[in-house]
């Protein structure tokens, strides 16, 4: 049986959001969500502050759309050593 594409990882990988993201200096942008296929990026609402990005590594593809659309460069895949060879 084969893999959907739009499941199947890229290859073996995590998103790391730093400390260039615009969130952290308080300015709203949700860039990487906007272009995420996958929709593994979500910004929850906390009271009185800018929403932060976070990501479910575990559906997240790998594709790397989030890291093209950042304004600011703050957004790096980061390879995940496979343990299982």
Known sequence: MFDDPNTTKAWQAEVIVNDKCLTKYQI????????CDARVISFPLV??????????????????????SCPQDAIKLSLVENHNE
């Not at 709203?28 to 272009?35: F, G, L, T, V």
């Not at 502050?49 to 479910?56: C, D, F, L």
């Open 28 to 35: 709203y942008c949700q860039s990487c969500r906007d272009a």
């Open 47 to 68: 009271l009185h502050q800018t929403p932060q990005p976070e990501i479910n590594q575990q559906d997240c593809t790998a594709c790397g759309a989030c890291v093209s």
